[in-house]
């Protein structure tokens, strides 16, 4: 999710996404980022290996576990930890469809704000604004 946001937003960065494992987009995410305008169809999930050869101003993680399970960053390159739960943790003690997506839902908006928030930070011109707040009225 925080890389279709991030480059929805953003004109002029190009934000890519990896975990520690490869495994599949989950079916949840598609139709939480197509409510915010947002088309995520063409994406995949990739490993850090699929990204570790490119070079990058910047290494943002959103895991709360960066020291146990992320490898070692170089120095040279500028790094952002903000941890934000993963919806698939809250999702799995959910019994109703309504309950599980309102946690994919929950985090999507966690994320925005994170975008919007690092955005100002680092000067970024944006090309469009997601009202996160207007979301779940």
Request: aromatic fraction near 6%; charged fraction near 30%.
């Amino acid at each position: 999710m925080a890389e279709c946001i991030t480059n929805e937003v953003y004109e002029n960065i190009v934000a890519e996404s990896a975990g520690i494992r490869e495994s599949c987009v989950n079916p949840y995410v598609h139709p939480v980022l197509t409510e915010i305008g947002i088309d995520s169809s063409s994406t995949r999930s990739k490993n850090l290996k699929d990204v570790s050869e490119r070079e990058y101003d910047y290494v943002i993680t959103l895991c709360e576990s960066i020291e146990l399970n992320c490898p070692i960053i170089s120095q040279d390159i500028k790094f952002i930890n903000k941890p934000i739960d993963g919806p698939s943790k809250w999702a799995k003690t959910k019994l109703n469809e309504k309950d599980k997506i309102d946690c994919y839902r929950k985090t999507r908006d966690e994320i925005s704000i994170f975008v919007d928030e690092l955005g100002r930070t680092l000067n970024l011109e944006s090309r469009t604004t997601l009202k996160v707040s207007e979301l779940r009225k």
